[in-house]
């Protein structure tokens, strides 16, 4: 294969398939099937703009983590779910993205604001790309161990 930048990194190889199925091979041999926006029963793998939300909720969720840890804040679960709203027209870029973090633990409230704050502005890549073009919000909660979440925060 020849690399039409060598000052760019590989990230992965985009093989056609059919239809609009592609499968994908990253740099580090991980699979994925990735297909277009049709929606149908005969899907096999999310779509690509699907996976920028994912790759969005997953930046920061490895940044949260990361910084509880850091916090001393232990916690058992992590989730972040992410919700998003495409422009009518094309190009259908994401305009608003919401995230919400749910965490199980002891984990002090102001401290999980603060370590979503600095992955979503400071840290996550993904999100300094996707703040360029979407109004980015996140709620959050706090489950404790009665199973009880707190109030969500903006």
């Known amino acids: 294969m020849v690399d039409t930048r060598p000052d760019l990194d590989r990230v992965a190889t985009v093989v056609h398939r059919g ?5 994908v091979t ?17 899907t096999t793998g999310p779509g690509p703009m699907q996976l920028l939300l994912v790759g969005l909720a997953t930046c920061t969720g490895i940044n949260v983590a990361e910084l509880l840890t850091k916090m001393r804040q232990p916690f058992s679960a992590l989730e972040v779910e992410v919700s998003g709203r495409r422009a009518e027209e094309a190009p259908r870029i994401w305009t608003d993205i919401a995230l919400h973090y749910r965490v199980a633990g ?16 400071k840290i996550c890549s993904a999100a300094a790309m996707l703040s360029k073009a979407a109004t980015i919000t996140h709620t959050q909660e706090v489950v404790q161990s009665t199973g009880q979440p707190s109030e969500a925060s903006d």
């Open 19 to 23: 239809g609009e199925a592609f499968d």
């Open 26 to 42: 990253t740099r580090a041999g991980h699979n994925i099937r990735v297909e277009g926006s049709g929606v149908g029963a005969d």
């Open 106 to 121: 002891p984990v002090d409230e102001r401290r999980l604001e603060r370590a979503i704050w600095l992955s979503e502005t």
